[in-house]
């Protein structure tokens, strides 16, 4: 029997498809379940709680990670989804999730299979169904699997951001029952492959990655997209086997290493290349990672490779190496202005160097110097150093005079604040615009789906669902849009509190600084401070809120020295907070 409290409904759906069950058929579904079993007024009264856009294969959502956060203030009656995997296809999540919900004393019910773990029975059904969910989940991971195996067998390229040094071309066979059959293999640019062999050369040399970044920026070369080479592109080649000569090393470090190897020894010829699929995992939102060797699906390509397997295994040993010893620097900084203070040539962030050497009041004496300065030794930028002790202690200077009345920065503000009501009228009128288009386009997208239920099967069908799949990437933008502009319009209208609670901030920052820490000053100044650029002569400091500028000028002591100090070669600067 279930106890008293509200019944909750759930639902959830990956993405619009213009099939299936949409969220609204869902909760229209549970409701009715409830009408027929518990009475109208639970169905009228019943919370909801909705994800779309999100998969099965996690519990990380919104919506349901908020629902179980209310269930244990809320004591809900029971939790009713149109469909068990509605809520996961995990069998360790849901027994989680099932025991979770038995200790709240909280049922869940599940209308397509009929499921109620208010009984034995059904919470035994309930594991046995879940367990077939996450059948149904391997074996379509499987099935992917067994399609990357038959891909590897062709050596074929799948399309995407081609490595540097190669481009992607179409070949064409006709097969035994004469179908022509098209698929892509990478095919060399020479004037970019030598970049990459210059590349593995260098470091073979030196050993370090740093060594062979600052090689191409003093050269002036660049990265397939014309950008500079970092660290991390050079590493991203350097360990890319799809520059690996198929040959007798190859053949035996990728044996060593238990990859699943789709090609014979014989195949090894020494002068294809390697594709290796299932290589990186990719993950909405987050940067790829490489997955373990094992996991590679691994096969001779149809492209040529243009470094020796000698050559790149003890490339992949030095990367290795590197990886184990690699210093990390201490969290601990004196420099104020790391991450604010910008490089006026080039647009580089300025990070602090430390010197051997303390200054009269005993503070370490350190220097700002650009990055890309640093990295190219002064031969893409040549950027004067600054003084970080002079220029940090004036930054915090000028900040305690700004809440004064009367002052450039307060009378700014003010102004500010009286044009903001101006530019309202303008954005009112862009919103409903942005809303009138999006209730249009919704409008349009449900004609379509209408018309694609009564043309299943025919030669339209296709045509329909692609112009509903255009609709909704249209939409989705659309409606981005509009909430940018509905968080612009609520940050003007919180403009007043927001500029008068700046002021405070500032009287407050004048009154309390000399007593803070490193770190409270650096987060103090933050709160004000949007950049910082330095010419080599004076620093630009740019401020929040207005578009109030203060000009440093040049003092004798803002250089000098600490300049000539960091030349020789001054400690490596602390802080991972540096750019």
């Known amino acids: 029997m279930i106890a008293a409290g509200p019944i909750v409904i759930y639902s959830r759906k990956s993405k619009f498809t213009g099939k299936g069950e949409s969220i609204e058929n869902q909760i229209e579904m549970c409701r009715q379940y409830i009408r027929l079993q518990f009475g109208d007024d639970a169905a009228e009264q019943a919370l909801v709680y909705e994800d779309e856009g999100f998969s099965g294969g996690t519990l990380e959502r919104p919506q349901f990670k908020k629902m179980m956060a209310d269930a244990k203030s809320k004591h809900f009656r029971a939790i009713v989804v149109y469909r068990l995997d509605r809520i996961s296809r995990n069998i360790g999540d ?8 038995n200790g709240m004393k909280i049922d869940f019910i599940s209308i397509k299979e009929q499921f109620d773990t208010s009984s034995p029975m059904g919470r035994a059904m309930m594991y046995i169904s879940s367990v077939f969910s996450q059948l149904e989940r391997e074996t379509i991971a499987e099935r992917i699997r067994d399609n990357m195996h038959e891909l590897a067998k062709t050596g074929r390229w799948l399309g995407g951001n081609t490595p540097t040094g190669y481009e992607s071309e179409s070949v064409s066979h006709v097969t035994i029952d004469g179908k022509t059959k098209r698929a892509c293999k990478l095919k060399i640019l020479p004037e970019e492959i030598g970049i990459v062999k210059r590349i593995y050369d260098k470091f073979l040399e030196t050993g370090s990655l740093t060594k062979t970044e600052t090689y191409l920026l003093q050269n002036g070369y660049t990265t ?104 990390r620097r201490p969290r601990s900084n004196v420099a104020l202005l790391s991450g604010l203070l910008i490089c006026g040539n080039c647009g580089e962030f300025m990070r602090p160097k430390l010197s051997q050497r303390r200054n009269a009041t005993g503070e370490t004496i350190y220097t700002y110097l650009c990055s ?107 409606k981005r849009h509009l909430a940018e502009l509905n968080e612009l319009t609520s940050s ?35 709160t004000f401070v949007k950049e910082i650029i330095w010419d080599g002569t004076d620093a630009h400091v740019v401020l929040f809120g207005s578009e109030y500028e203060y000009k440093f000028p040049q003092t004798p002591n803002r250089q000098g020295d600490v300049d000539e100090a960091a030349e020789r070669g001054a400690a490596e600067p602390l802080g991972e907070d540096s750019k």
């Not at 849901?94 to 919900?101: G, N, R, S, V, W």
């Not at 004036?394 to 307060?410: A, C, M, N, R, T």
């Not at 043309?455 to 069908?461: L, N, R, V």
């Open 372 to 478: 890309m300065k640093e990295r190219s030794r002064g031969h893409v930028c040549n950027m004067k150093n600054c003084n970080g002790n002079t220029l940090d202690a004036d930054v915090v200077e000028q900040l305690k005079h700004l809440s004064e009345d009367g002052s450039d920065f307060i009378q700014q503000l003010e102004q500010s604040k009286r044009a903001l009501p101006g530019s309202r009228q303008s954005y009112d009128a862009e919103i409903s615009r942005l809303e009138s288009e999006i209730t249009a386009n919704e409008e349009e997208i449900k004609g379509l789906v209408s018309a694609l239920g009564r043309s299943s099967g025919t030669s339209a069908e296709r045509y329909i669902m692609q112009q509903i799949d255009d609709l909704y990437e249209k939409g989705e933008g659309l």
């Open 94 to 101: 849901f027994a989680k999730l099932i025991e979770q919900l």
């Open 492 to 526: 003007q209208a919180l403009s007043d509190i927001e500029f008068d609670l700046l002021a405070q901030m500032l009287a407050t920052f004048q009154n309390t600084v000399d007593g803070m820490t490193v770190e409270q000053k650096r987060a103090a100044i933050r």
């Open 224 to 327: 397939k997209n014309g950008k500079q080479f970092t660290r991390f592109a050079v590493k991203g080649i350097l360990s890319n086997p799809v520059y690996l000569i198929a040959d007798e090393s190859a053949y035996d470090y990728l044996t060593k290493n238990h990859v699943d190897l789709f090609s014979e020894q014989r195949d090894f010829d020494g002068v294809h290349g390697i594709m290796a699929y299932n290589r990186t995992l990719q993950q909405p939102g987050k940067a790829h990672q490489i997955r373990p060797m094992e996991e590679w699906i691994v096969s001779v390509g149809g492209h040529q490779g243009v470094i020796e397997g000698k050559a790149w295994v003890r490339v992949q040993t030095a990367l290795e190496q590197n990886r184990s010893k690699s210093y």
